[in-house]
């Protein structure tokens, strides 16, 4: 897939236009669904736009050699949602107390989210619903982790943070959403 | 729990309209339409400016050249060449004394932005010509 991309970059950069809408194409259902879940629907076409333009502009300065093209877009729609959420004097991704986060690393993965739970979830739509309450750090996490089949690793260069962070992040957000599962059943 | 869970939330994407990505794809074209229009009459209005510059540069330079002397250590060298041959050095030294080496590089300069110019003004306008 990573390699698609360079190929799709590279023949973009030697004059083949055909080659940048082919990521275009690719990559605006992820962005537009990683965008929709901070912004809401109103502003989530401009900014995707805007993110494709930035790769446009800065196409040149992609290094392959630091991150995958993937980690690289990812990053530049992170950063533009942060930009038009602090315009609109919004916080989004701040720090979360890295106590808090440590917390339910003990806890096997079968008891975070049992299977009453995921029978749930399977109702897309109180699924969006629970995770645009979650905290927008652990809502990231797992946008990423289970819809753009991000590793971990690749999560912490976007979100800069480290691998430890981050998968106290994915832990803890699903025990959060477990939380969150049980209380609208009541 | 992981592939559960990867089901869950791929069943759970939002979409765009389908429109969407060519309304991108027709937003960096114009972008680049109007960048490439400026590249193009920026490269063209240096190419006409450095052209003038370099013909100014040309005509200040020869007369230059006259006002150093430089032609006439120049003539020395076919009329006398016994002297040079003994003097080499000083006459070498007199020579590269009278060049006038700021309006040299300042028409070097010209002509080399004319050179870029135009060549980048060109590729604009074969890239139009072949877009269209």
Same mark, same amino acid.
Do not use: C
């Given at each position: 897939?990573?390699?698609?991309?360079?190929?799709?970059?590279?023949?973009?950069?030697?004059?083949?236009?055909?080659?940048?809408?082919?990521?275009?194409?690719?990559?605006?259902?992820?962005?537009?669904?990683?965008?929709?879940?901070?912004?809401?629907?109103?502003?989530?076409?401009?900014?995707?736009?805007?993110?494709?333009?930035?790769?446009?502009?800065?196409?040149?300065?992609?290094?392959?050699?630091?991150?995958?093209?993937?980690?690289?877009?990812?990053?530049?729609?992170? +950063? *533009?949602?942060?930009? #038009?959420? &602090?315009?609109?004097?919004?916080? /989004?991704?701040?720090?979360?107390?890295? !106590? $808090?986060?440590?917390?339910?690393?003990?806890?096997?993965?079968?008891?975070?989210?049992?299977?009453?739970?995921?029978?749930?979830?399977?109702?897309?739509?109180?699924?969006?619903?629970?995770?645009?309450?979650?905290?927008?750090?652990?809502?990231?996490?797992?946008?990423?982790?289970?819809?753009?089949?991000?590793?971990?690793?690749?999560?912490?260069?976007?979100?800069?943070?480290?691998? +430890? *962070?981050?998968?106290? #992040?994915? &832990?803890?957000?699903?025990?959060? /959403?477990?939380?969150?599962?049980?209380? !609208? $059943?009541? | 729990?992981?592939?559960?869970?990867?089901?869950?939330?791929?069943?759970?994407?939002?979409?765009?309209?389908?429109?969407?990505?060519?309304?991108?794809?027709?937003?960096?074209?114009?972008?680049?339409?109007?960048?490439?229009?400026?590249?193009?009459?920026?490269?063209?209005?240096?190419?006409?400016?450095?052209?003038?510059?370099?013909?100014?540069?040309?005509?200040?330079?020869?007369?230059?050249?006259?006002?150093?002397?430089?032609?006439?250590?120049?003539?020395?060298?076919?009329?006398?060449?016994?002297?040079?041959?003994?003097?080499?050095?000083?006459?070498?030294?007199?020579?590269?004394?009278?060049?006038?080496?700021?309006?040299?590089?300042?028409?070097?300069?010209?002509?080399?932005?004319?050179?870029?110019?135009?060549?980048?003004?060109?590729?604009?306008?074969?890239?139009?010509?072949?877009?269209?």
């Amino acid at each position: 897939m990573e390699n698609d991309d360079e190929y799709l970059i590279k023949e973009y950069l030697d004059g083949n236009q055909n080659s940048f809408k082919l990521l275009v194409e690719k990559y605006t259902p992820s962005i537009y669904n990683f965008s929709i879940r901070f912004v809401g629907g109103d502003y989530v076409n401009d900014i995707v736009q805007d993110v494709f333009i930035k790769v446009w502009k800065n196409i040149k300065k992609f290094d392959n050699k630091k991150s995958g093209f993937k980690t690289w877009i990812f990053t530049i729609t992170r +950063n *533009t949602i942060t930009d #038009y959420l &602090r315009k609109k004097k919004m916080v /989004l991704f701040s720090s979360l107390d890295e !106590d $808090e986060v440590s917390f339910g690393d003990n806890i096997k993965d079968e008891i975070i989210l049992p299977d009453e739970a995921l029978i749930k979830l399977q109702d897309k739509e109180l699924l969006n619903k629970l995770l645009d309450d979650l905290h927008a750090n652990y809502r990231e996490v797992l946008i990423l982790y289970y819809q753009e089949e991000m590793t971990f690793s690749e999560i912490g260069k976007l979100i800069d943070k480290p691998l +430890n *962070t981050v998968k106290s #992040y994915h &832990r803890r957000a699903l025990i959060k /959403l477990r939380e969150l599962v049980k209380k !609208d $059943e009541f | 729990m992981e592939q559960n869970l990867q089901k869950l939330f791929k069943n759970a994407t939002y979409s765009p309209e389908g429109r969407l990505s060519g309304d991108i794809w027709n937003a960096i074209e114009y972008k680049n339409a109007q960048i490439t229009k400026w590249k193009r009459f920026g490269y063209l209005g240096a190419s006409v400016l450095s052209l003038f510059g370099s013909a100014f540069s040309i005509k200040s330079l020869i007369a230059e050249f006259s006002r150093l002397g430089f032609y006439d250590y120049l003539s020395l060298a076919f009329s006398d060449s016994g002297v040079i041959a003994t003097y080499w050095k000083e006459y070498t030294l007199s020579l590269v004394d009278s060049l006038p080496i700021a309006s040299l590089a300042v028409l070097f300069f010209l002509l080399f932005v004319l050179f870029i110019s135009i060549r980048r003004a060109s590729y604009q306008f074969k890239n139009r010509l072949l877009i269209s």
